[in-house]
Structures are given as structure tokens and as C-alpha cells.
């Protein structure tokens, strides 16, 4: 196993590039975890799971989810706009985030 590799996620090709892509779903706390980056503290500048979620919403993804405008993604239960989940899979569990030159696994800068 690849030293990125874990027991969620494992290295596939996609759009030509070797990146990890999630194959087991997790709980929220095994996502945050695997997405150390990932914002998870309700606080007043910090409302969402993912730069997939709720970023333009006043209330964050409380609010994107209850405007029925996202849902959760099946395997890391991150609430994401509808617009981005493919098969119900967000980009930073299908691989499409880390193919794209943003990985999931490093701090996003918010």
C-alpha cells in the first residue's frame, strides 16, 4: 500500500493522473481524518465541511442543506452543493478535486 493510501482510499487513475479516490464510505469524524484541511468547527467565519459546500451561504451548509440546494456525499457524509456531486460522490472522494490540482489531504487556505 501507498504511504497516501489508507483503509477509505486508494490510488486510481483519473483524467490521466494517479490520484486517491475513496472507496469505502466513512463517518464524519474518519473524513475529517482523511481531509485534516477540511474546516470543522461551527464558528462565525467557519460554516462548512468542504470548499464544496456551503461557502455562499450566510449559515453555511445549515443553510445550503435546508434550501434543499445540497446533500450529503456518500462516502464522507461532507454536506456538498448538488452541482458538484457526481453519482453522489463529491470531488475530493472521486478524485476529480486532486486531478484538478486541489488536494483534499492539505489545508485549504480559507
Do not use: W
Request: glycine share 10%.
Amino acid at each position: 500500500m501507498n504511504s497516501l493510501e489508507s483503509q477509505f482510499a486508494s490510488i486510481q487513475e483519473v483524467d490521466c493522473q494517479d490520484v486517491l479516490v475513496v472507496h469505502t464510505p466513512m463517518t464524519r469524524e474518519q473524513a475529517r481524518e482523511e481531509y485534516p484541511g477540511r474546516p470543522h468547527e461551527p464558528t462565525k467565519t467557519r460554516l462548512v465541511e468542504s470548499r464544496y459546500g456551503g461557502v455562499g451561504y450566510a449559515g453555511g451548509d445549515v443553510e445550503m442543506m435546508m434550501n434543499k440546494e445540497g446533500v450529503k456525499c456518500a462516502m464522507c457524509e461532507a454536506p456538498t452543493k448538488k452541482d458538484f456531486l457526481k453519482e453522489g460522490v463529491c470531488p475530493d472522494c472521486d478524485g476529480r478535486a486532486e486531478a484538478q490540482g486541489n488536494d483534499p489531504r492539505r489545508p485549504q487556505s480559507v
